[in-house]
């Protein structure tokens, strides 16, 4: 009987001991007993529910439950990373942004001081009104100051002096070198180009890569100058490749480089703005732009206008007596090598640049903006992070390159912040130039400043480690060549 009343009693005590809800408990983080399966809702349709992101808080976010006091005997509170989670909610398909075209425009002989950039004549209204909408780089040097050069390298990705070439002044490049645009043909991106001078059809080996590559009919071949008008057919041509669908019904890359301010200075019905060379180039300028107006108008008019990213630069620039030199090719000055880049890329928030940048860039920015790897051997790098996403340019050393040809001695610069060193031939000779203070490159540094030379002429000596250079097919008729040297 005793016993019987202990055992009530213990009875009694154990039913007054406080109890926690199941619902409480299995939303407690804390909790590290025996599994427990809650009530669970049936799930609202499909249109009710809310996306994933929806349910997921922010890391900074903190979530307090309410809780009863946990159970007598209980185990310890357990980190919150130990609780057990609710399986997630499947993630609704996330749509892939569209994949970007690109357009490259690129303009023979257009010097960098155009109206965007301070000149005082409004001769580019189109290429104005796209610079304002666009990534402008203030201080962008071609690769070189003439045409075979600076395009063969701005293809390769590589300084001409790397590439596989004929060595003369029209340098032809052989199939072993390759240019960007075959890597986007392999990638399945459609490739087309235009052009309107005899270099670029058969001898310098610029077709590699393209899938469509036509040239303005009719050119008469001139290896001093250029003599025809050609922005109207070269614009039609590049309309009728841009209005096929096979060139671009799917991802596309297009390449016209338009050739008018070249010399030959033409006058053009209704536009003068003198009789001097100047003038007449600042004309041809103007009646360039002017397709190319017709040419962005037509790009926007398109279904795929507004995925469509546009790179418009020069092959170089122009000489109209400084230096005493006309026209362009054989030295690097800043008049032959400084030239325009705009880059247009939908999104990205226009703005200047004015940290030096180099052609040798686009190879890797297209490839980027088309989704396709660059090789590791590109000396360039790409635009895109400066460009879509507004980085800080950093600075970092732009290299002209004109290799030693039948036409030509060897020259070679270095451009790091307002400092430039020029190196001549077998960089047996330097000049320093501070382009802040002399932008026109009248005096030389050597004893003003040896500091200042010293220290440019060792980065230079320092940087060109890296091109690995490669000697012409043709040997013999090089300019300047050294008995001791091979080219």
């Given at each position: 009987?005793?016993?019987?009343?202990?055992?009530?009693?213990?009875?009694?005590?154990?039913?007054?001991?406080?109890?926690?809800?199941?619902?409480?408990?299995?939303?407690?983080?804390?909790?590290?007993?025996?599994a427990?399966?809650?009530?669970?809702?049936?799930?609202?349709?499909?249109s009710?529910?809310?996306?994933?992101s929806s349910?997921?808080?922010?890391?900074?976010?903190?979530?307090?439950?309410?809780?009863?006091?946990?159970?007598?005997?209980?185990?310890?509170?357990?980190?919150?990373?130990?609780?057990?989670?609710?399986?997630?909610?499947?993630?609704?398909?996330?749509?892939?942004?569209?994949?970007?075209?690109?357009?490259?425009v690129?303009?023979?002989?257009?010097?960098?001081?155009?109206?965007?950039?301070?000149?005082?004549?409004?001769?580019?209204?189109?290429?104005?009104?796209?610079?304002?909408?666009?990534?402008?780089?203030?201080?962008?040097?071609?690769?070189?100051?003439?045409?075979?050069?600076?395009?063969?390298?701005?293809?390769?990705?590589?300084?001409?002096?790397?590439?596989?070439?004929?060595?003369?002044?029209?340098?032809?490049?052989?199939?072993?070198?390759?240019?960007?645009?075959?890597?986007l043909?392999?990638?399945?991106?459609?490739?087309?180009?235009?052009?309107?001078?005899?270099?670029?059809?058969?001898?310098?080996?610029?077709?590699?890569?393209?899938?469509?590559?036509?040239?303005?009919?009719?050119?008469?071949?001139?290896?001093?100058?250029?003599?025809?008008?050609?922005?109207?057919?070269h614009?039609?041509?590049?309309?009728?490749?841009?209005?096929?669908?096979?060139n671009?019904?799917?991802?596309?890359?297009?390449?016209?480089?338009?050739?008018?301010?070249?010399?030959?200075?033409?006058?053009?019905?209704?536009?003068?703005?003198?009789?001097k060379?100047?003038?007449?180039?600042?004309?041809?300028?103007f009646?360039?732009?002017?397709?190319?107006?017709?040419?962005?108008?037509?790009?926007?008019?398109?279904?795929?206008?507004?995925?469509?990213?546009?790179?418009?630069?020069?092959?170089?620039?122009?000489?109209?007596?400084?230096?005493?030199?006309?026209?362009?090719?054989?030295?690097?000055?800043?008049?032959?090598?400084?030239?325009?880049?705009?880059?247009?890329?939908?999104?990205?928030?226009?703005?200047?640049?004015?940290?030096?940048?180099?052609?040798?860039?686009?190879?890797?920015?297209?490839?980027?903006?088309?989704?396709?790897?660059?090789?590791?051997?590109?000396?360039?790098k790409?635009?895109?992070?400066?460009?879509?996403?507004?980085?800080?340019?950093?600075?970092?050393?732009?290299?002209?390159?004109?290799?030693?040809?039948?036409?030509?001695?060897?020259?070679?610069?270095?451009?790091?912040?307002?400092?430039?060193?020029i190196?001549?031939?077998?960089?047996?000779?330097?000049?320093?130039?501070?382009?802040?203070?002399?932008?026109?490159?009248?005096?030389?540094?050597?004893?003003?400043?040896?500091?200042?030379?010293?220290?440019?002429?060792?980065?230079?000596?320092?940087?060109?480690k890296?091109?690995?250079?490669?000697c012409?097919?043709?040997?013999?008729?090089?300019?300047?060549?050294?008995?001791?040297?091979p080219?």
């Amino acid at each position: 009987m005793r016993r019987f009343r202990v055992l009530l009693l213990l009875l009694a005590a154990c039913s007054s001991a406080p109890s926690a809800p199941i619902e409480s408990v299995a939303q407690t983080p804390s909790w590290t007993g025996p599994a427990l399966t809650p009530r669970v809702a049936p799930p609202a349709p499909a249109s009710l529910q809310a996306p994933a992101s929806s349910v997921v808080a922010p890391a900074s976010a903190s979530i307090v439950v309410a809780s009863s006091p946990a159970p007598v005997g209980a185990a310890p509170s357990a980190s919150p990373a130990s609780a057990p989670t609710a399986a997630p909610l499947a993630a609704a398909p996330v749509e892939a942004p569209p994949k970007l075209n690109v357009l490259l425009v690129t303009v023979d002989a257009l010097r960098a001081d155009m109206p965007w950039a301070g000149y005082p004549r409004d001769i580019a209204p189109n290429l104005t009104a796209l610079a304002k909408e666009s990534v402008v780089y203030g201080r962008a040097y071609s690769i070189s100051s003439y045409t075979a050069m600076s395009i063969g390298g701005l293809l390769a990705g590589r300084y001409p002096a790397e590439l596989e070439r004929s060595g003369y002044f029209f340098s032809a490049y052989p199939d072993e070198v390759t240019f960007f645009p075959e890597l986007l043909q392999r990638a399945g991106v459609r490739t087309m180009a235009a052009h309107a001078h005899f270099y670029f059809d058969q001898k310098s080996g610029f077709r590699q890569g393209f899938d469509d590559y036509r040239i303005v009919p009719g050119l008469v071949e001139d290896r001093n100058t250029a003599r025809e008008i050609t922005s109207p057919e070269h614009l039609a041509l590049a309309l009728d490749m841009l209005r096929e669908p096979k060139n671009t019904g799917g991802q596309f890359f297009a390449w016209f480089h338009f050739l008018d301010p070249h010399d030959i200075y033409r006058a053009h019905e209704g536009i003068r703005f003198g009789g001097k060379a100047r003038d007449l180039y600042d004309g041809e300028v103007f009646f360039t732009d002017r397709h190319l107006g017709k040419l962005f108008e037509f790009v926007r008019s398109q279904p795929w206008g507004d995925r469509t990213a546009i790179v418009v630069t020069a092959d170089h620039g122009e000489a109209f007596g400084e230096h005493r030199m006309v026209r362009h090719g054989f030295e690097i000055w800043e008049m032959l090598v400084r030239v325009p880049l705009i880059v247009k890329v939908p999104g990205a928030a226009p703005r200047r640049v004015d940290t030096p940048r180099s052609a040798i860039d686009l190879a890797p920015t297209i490839l980027e903006l088309l989704g396709v790897a660059a090789p590791s051997d590109f000396q360039g790098k790409s635009l895109v992070p400066e460009v879509k996403a507004g980085v800080t340019p950093l600075p970092r050393d732009v290299i002209v390159d004109l290799p030693r040809t039948s036409d030509s001695f060897r020259r070679r610069a270095l451009v790091w912040d307002r400092y430039k060193v020029i190196a001549y031939d077998d960089d047996y000779r330097f000049e320093v130039y501070d382009l802040v203070d002399d932008p026109g490159e009248k005096k030389d540094l050597r004893r003003s400043r040896p500091e200042v030379y010293e220290r440019m002429k060792a980065r230079y000596l320092d940087r060109v480690k890296s091109i690995r250079e490669v000697c012409p097919k043709m040997r013999a008729k090089l300019k300047g060549k050294r008995k001791d040297k091979p080219c």
